[in-house]
C-alpha cells in the first residue's frame, strides 16, 4: 500500500509539473517581441527539457544498479543539448540568473545521480565511541560499494562511520548505537594532526589528514 500510495503522489507530482510546463509555454507566446522576449521563447523547450530530467533524476534510485549508468548517460546527452539551446538563444548577451540556476541544478542532479540510493550508518551516540570490526556473519552483501571506519577508529557522536551503495547494510561484531540515513551523496572525513576532523564530499578534492572512510571489498571480521 505504501508503494501505491508513493507512486500516486509521484503521478500528482508530474501531473502538477506537467501542467505547470504547459501554462509557462502558452505565457511565452504572449512575451513582448524584442531581443529578450524572443531569447525566452526560444528557450522554452530547453527549459522544460532541463527541468523534466533535473526531476528524473531526482528518482533515478528507484531504477536498477544495471539501468542507472543508462539512465544517467541519456541524462547528460539531454542536459547538454538543452544547455546548448539555451546557451544559442542567448548568445552575445548576458544570461538571466534564472537560467543559470536552472543549468546549474541540472549539473548538480546529474553529478549526485552518481550516488543514488546510498545509504549511511551515523554514530548516534553521544561524545566518542570506538569503532568495532564488521562482522562476518552476514551484512555488507552485494556488488556496490562499502566505506567504513577501521576498527580501533575513535569516532565523534553524528559521525559517519559507514556508507555504501548496492550493498546490504553492514553489521558491527560488537552493538554500536547508530542511525541509518539515506544520502544525497556520500564524505570522507580526513582526521587532523591535533584530533579534529574535516569533512568534505567524497569525489571533493582530498585535504590534508588521514582520511578514516576506507573501502571494503570483503567483511573478514569477527
Known amino acids: 500500500m505504501a508503494d501505491e500510495s508513493a507512486l ?4 500528482l507530482t508530474w501531473a502538477a509539473l506537467l501542467a505547470r510546463w504547459v501554462e509557462f509555454a502558452q505565457a511565452s507566446l504572449a512575451i513582448p517581441e524584442g531581443s529578450e522576449g524572443s531569447r525566452w521563447r526560444a ?5 522544460i527539457e532541463t527541468q523534466a530530467v533535473t526531476m528524473a533524476l531526482a528518482q533515478i534510485g528507484d531504477l536498477d544498479r544495471a539501468e542507472r549508468a543508462l539512465a544517467r548517460d541519456r541524462a547528460e546527452i539531454l542536459l547538454t543539448r538543452s544547455a546548448a539551446a539555451i546557451g ?9 540568473a534564472e537560467l543559470l540556476a536552472l543549468l546549474e541544478d541540472g549539473r548538480r542532479a546529474l553529478r549526485r545521480s552518481a550516488w543514488a540510493g546510498a545509504r549511511c550508518f551515523v554514530l548516534a551516540a553521544r561524545g566518542s565511541r570506538t569503532v568495532p570490526s564488521l562482522s562476518s556473519e552476514g551484512g555488507g552483501e552485494g556488488e556496490g560499494d562499502l566505506y567504513a571506519m577501521r576498527e580501533g577508529t575513535v569516532a565523534q557522536g553524528g559521525q559517519v562511520i559507514a556508507w555504501w551503495i548496492d550493498r546490504a547494510p553492514p553489521r558491527f561484531a560488537a552493538p554500536l548505537d547508530v542511525e541509518e540515513r539515506a544520502i544525497d551523496e556520500p564524505v570522507q572525513i580526513y582526521r587532523q594532526s591535533d584530533g579534529s576532523d574535516v569533512v568534505m564530499p567524497f569525489d571533493g578534492d ?15 571480521g569477527g
Open 8 to 11: 500516486r503522489s509521484d503521478h
Open 206 to 220: 582530498p585535504v590534508a589528514g588521514q582520511p578514516l572512510l576506507e573501502r571494503v571489498t570483503a567483511v573478514t
Open 88 to 96: 544559442r538563444a542567448w548568445r552575445g548577451t548576458v544570461m538571466s
Open 43 to 47: 528557450s522554452v523547450a530547453a527549459i
